[in-house]
T-cell receptor, first 111, second 110 residues
Framework: DVKVTQSSRYLVKRTGEKVFLECVQD?????MFWYRQDPGLGLRLIYF???????EKGDIPEGYSVSREKKERFSLILESASTNQTSMYLC??????????FGSGTRLTVV | GQQVMQIPQYQHVQEGEDFTTYCNSS?????IQWYKQRPGGHPVFLIQ?????EVKKQKRLTFQFGEAKKNSSLHITATQTTDVGTYFC??????????FGAGTRLFVKA
């Protein structure tokens, strides 16, 4: 089974801090994604990457950037954390027939 | 843009009762996926439907894709407390982009 590992389960950061969320997959999947999940708003795509050093904006990229230096690792960066970025962040890989495989999520609180 | 409506938002059932959640689109879909998220957990892929009128079963779960490929349903027969969670549909909108429904949260009373 594909395993997607997110480095932190819970994080508390201060407003204005630069925040790094790390995600590693143990299969050779090309595609990786970052979503945020908020009550009432569902899952929203922040960024995705279909190859090393390639990235594409999703629906809500403002305030975020990403890095994919190696195939197995996809990092989400909050350049200057704000309270409205308090959320659950989910990393995922995707294969067509088997859908998305999500990591366990990082619950980020910005205070 | 394309939207996916999922109903109901919540459903409370007594253990042993059946449960159905529906996913509706205004446009024809190429495929639809279903996910389950347990409380405190992350979404887990259940199934993908591709063909018009397709019906697939996984034990007590029955998934249907409408004839017009604009709607889908997930039916659980004789719910158990282990079925508790939120069920999402997801549709591909082209390329690598997917829209997730808002989800139906299922509560099961023992």
């Amino acid at each position: 089974d594909v395993k997607v590992t997110q480095s932190s389960r819970y994080l508390v950061k201060r407003t204005g801090e630069k925040v790094f969320l790390e995600c590693v997959q143990d299969m050779d999947h090309e595609n990786m994604f970052w979503y945020r999940q908020d009550p009432g708003l569902g899952l929203r795509l922040i960024y995705f990457s279909y190859d090393v050093k390639m990235k594409e904006k999703g629906d809500i990229p403002e305030g975020y950037s990403v890095s994919r230096e190696k195939k197995e690792r996809f990092s989400l960066i909050l350049e200057s954390a704000s309270t409205n970025q308090t959320s659950m962040y989910l990393c995922a890989t995707y294969t067509g027939g088997d859908g998305y495989t999500f990591g366990s999520g990082t619950r980020l609180t910005v205070v | 843009g394309q939207q996916v409506m999922q109903i109901p938002q919540y459903q409370h059932v007594q253990e042993g009762e059946d449960f159905t959640t529906y996913c509706n689109s205004s446009t024809t879909l190429s495929n639809i996926q279903w996910y389950k998220q347990r409380p405190g957990g992350h979404p887990v892929f259940l199934i993908q439907l591709v063909k018009s009128g397709e019906v697939k079963k996984q034990k007590r779960l029955t998934f249907q894709f409408g004839e017009a490929k604009k709607n889908s349903s997930l039916h659980i027969t004789a719910t158990q407390t282990t079925d508790v969670g939120t069920y999402f549909c997801a549709v591909n909108t082209g390329g690598f982009k997917t829209i997730f429904g808002a989800g139906t949260r299922l509560f099961v009373k023992a």
